[in-house]
Nanobody
């Protein structure tokens, strides 16, 4: 099992920045990908960004490209999401997830952290 704990959410004005963190514990050696997802009220959960645990290759949703950056610190077993130029439509609960690479879905999820962008 892998446990994930997010932190860093909060209230920020439009145009501002926040950095989310996700600390992994447990069987971290099994992690293949880590990702960030978000869910706004009344909407389905959507993919935001992902990073290959070994190698560090990244991918992003079109809606956040050029504004958000995903990174990881393997020594700290932590993945980050730097969010710049925030917009009101970025308001959501952000969750991190870990994938062991053996299936098509993410296997472990954090509890989520609220990000609210005021306009």
């Amino acid at each position: 099992q892998v446990q994930l704990v997010e932190s860093g959410g909060g209230l920020v004005q439009a145009g501002g920045s926040l950095r989310l963190s996700c600390a992994a514990s447990g069987r971290t050696f099994s992690i293949y990908n880590m990702g960030w997802f978000r869910q706004a009220p009344g909407k389905e959960r959507e993919f935001v960004a992902a990073i290959r645990w070994i190698g560090g290759s990244t991918r992003y949703a079109d809606s956040v490209k050029g504004r958000f950056t995903i990174s990881r610190d393997r020594l700290k077993n932590t993945v980050y999401l730097q969010m710049n130029s925030l917009k009101s439509e970025d308001t959501a609960v952000y969750s991190c997830a870990a994938d062991d690479g053996r299936g098509s879905d993410y296997d472990y999820w954090g509890q989520g952290t609220q990000v609210t962008v005021s306009s």
